[in-house]
């Protein structure tokens, strides 16, 4: 799994070199980042269900009107399927806290989506709007310290990002 570690010395060891000082200060700062990682994974890990569920529910409220298809008449299979997936962005999001890097979205979340999402002709705006509720809903220290914040924050971006 990708992380800033296994980077670092991946790219090292690809070009037939030890790691720079540049790459050793990246591994230095994701390690003096893992205690706001690690408490962003635990409070998200503890609400994971209340915080996917909030999300849910602010994109069905600005997009109340999608199906499967994307288009008129509400159905119970597109919103069982959007809920489904924001839970499995945001544990994705937990396993990218842990790990440091943004391997398990790359992986598992990101990789090929847009074309799923084209082939089935399922809208990503939806998608979007519940992420960014999620990260516009945080705040610290109400829910995590700042620098928890802003790794949670980061990595809702990144995913946010892939699928603009």
């Known amino acids: 799994m990708k992380s800033v570690v296994t980077t670092a010395i991946g790219s090292a060891d690809a070009a037939g070199r030890f790691p720079t000082t540049s790459d050793l200060e990246s591994v230095q700062g994701s390690i003096q980042r893992a205690a706001a990682r690690l408490e962003a994974a635990e409070k998200l ?3 994971l269900d209340n915080v996917a ?3 849910y529910d602010a994109c069905i409220k600005k997009y109340p ?6 288009q008129a008449n509400s159905t119970a299979t597109f919103k069982e ?8 962005y945001m544990r994705l999001i937990n396993y990218c ?3 440091g890097g943004t391997g398990p979205l790359d992986e598992w979340g990101i990789a090929g989506q847009r074309e799923v999402y084209r082939a089935l002709g399922l809208p990503t705006a939806p998608y979007v709007e519940a992420l960014s509720f999620a990260r516009n809903r945080g705040c610290a220290p109400r829910d995590m310290s700042a620098q928890a914040l802003t790794e949670y924050n980061a990595l809702l971006d990144y995913l946010i990002n892939s699928l603009s």
Do not use: Q
Not at 65 to 70: C, R, T, V
Not at 81 to 87: A, N, S, T, V
């Open 97 to 99: 806290l842990v790990v």
């Open 45 to 47: 890990a503890s609400n």
């Open 65 to 70: 009107y999608l199906n499967d298809s994307g």
């Open 53 to 55: 569920k909030e999300a």
């Open 81 to 88: 399927k959007c809920l489904r997936d924001i839970k499995h």
